[in-house]
């Protein structure tokens, strides 16, 4: 894989996905907001101090973290996505946060100053990155000694079949190639000793996981409408697809998810690593 040409690609895709994760954030915040939780306990900012919210997509997790450091505080909410972060500009101002920065921002290269925060949050961002050690080493030399990095990580695609049957479908129907070995994407640090490697090779401490679960509730058309519009990667494969082409993809997704239908839903387990150092 070229990475280059990979975070090119993940650029516009996730610029095109901003406004379906904006017109979306209530539920998607609904279902994943016990994440959002854990990752704000685990750094527990304190008032006055200076938070960084790594790929923060609509900033929901960041503005936690706005509301504890209090307004002697600051939060750098970043995106790499300009389109990302101006829904989230737009989500932080309708919540009156004033101690918010809005910055696009390459996670692999910051261009923030040494030790010039005091925490780091980051919700399913890592994994996706074109070279996730650049970016955990990048987060070590902005963080403050005795300062944290929580952040949350996809398991193996067999706790998540959410993603791993739309994808295995698309491979299967001739869309999309089988993912390369150790390529970015959603379940590259699925493992943890994956996560551990690249945590202690930035310049971090042992890590400490644990595995937060939850459960994707879709109801009538919500899945069909989250795997076009706020899938990333898959959403832009099925989006490509002829119309008779996407309906019978959909049908072939829904058929394999059909073990997970539960009154008039589908209900698919989900699980993630929660990381902190």
């Known amino acids: 894989m070229d990475l280059q040409t990979y975070r090119e690609t993940s650029l516009r895709i996730w610029d095109e996905?901003?406004?379906?994760?904006?017109?979306?954030?209530?539920?998607?915040?609904?279902?994943?907001?016990?994440?959002?939780?854990?990752?704000?306990?685990?750094?527990?900012p304190q008032p006055g101090e200076s938070i960084l919210d790594v790929a923060a997509g609509t900033g929901d997790l960041g503005f936690i973290a706005a509301e504890r450091v209090g307004a002697d505080g600051k939060v750098l909410c970043t995106d790499f996505s300009p389109e990302m972060l101006e829904a989230a500009r737009r989500n932080g101002e309708r919540r009156g946060l004033s101690n918010v920065e809005y910055r696009v921002l390459d996670a692999e290269r910051m261009g923030l100053d040494n030790n010039s925060v005091d925490g780091v949050l980051c919700r399913w961002g890592y994994m996706l990155m074109a070279d996730p050690a650049a970016a955990l080493r990048e987060t070590r030399r902005v963080l403050r000694d005795g300062?944290?990095?929580?952040?949350?990580?996809?398991?193996?695609?067999?706790?998540?079949?959410?993603?791993?049957?739309?994808?295995?479908?698309?491979?299967?129907?001739?869309?999309?190639?089988?993912?390369?070995?150790?390529?970015?994407?959603?379940?590259?640090?699925?493992?943890?000793?994956?996560?551990?490697?690249?945590?202690?090779?930035?310049?971090?401490?042992?890590?400490?996981?644990?595995?937060?679960?939850?459960?994707?509730?879709?109801?009538?058309?919500?899945?069909?409408?989250?795997?076009?519009?706020?899938?990333?990667?898959?959403?832009?494969?099925?989006?490509?697809?002829?119309?008779?082409e996407q309906r019978a993809t959909r049908a072939a997704i829904e058929e394999s998810l059909a073990q997970y239908r539960r009154d008039g839903e589908f209900v698919v387990p989900a699980a993630c690593w929660g990381v902190t150092a």
């Open 17 to 44: 996905m901003a406004p379906g994760w904006e017109d979306r954030r209530e539920w998607i915040l609904g279902v994943t907001g016990a994440i959002n939780e854990w990752l704000a306990g685990q750094v527990d």
């Open 147 to 244: 300062g944290t990095l929580a952040f949350a990580v996809w398991q193996t695609p067999d706790r998540n079949p959410w993603a791993a049957i739309p994808g295995v479908t698309l491979v299967q129907r001739g869309h999309m190639p089988p993912p390369e070995p150790g390529a970015p994407g959603i379940f590259a640090m699925g493992l943890a000793d994956r996560i551990v490697e690249l945590v202690t090779g930035a310049g971090f401490g042992e890590p400490r996981l644990e595995e937060l679960t939850f459960e994707w509730r879709y109801a009538a058309d919500d899945l069909w409408d989250t795997l076009t519009r706020i899938a990333g990667p898959l959403a832009a494969v099925i989006n490509g697809l002829p119309d008779e």
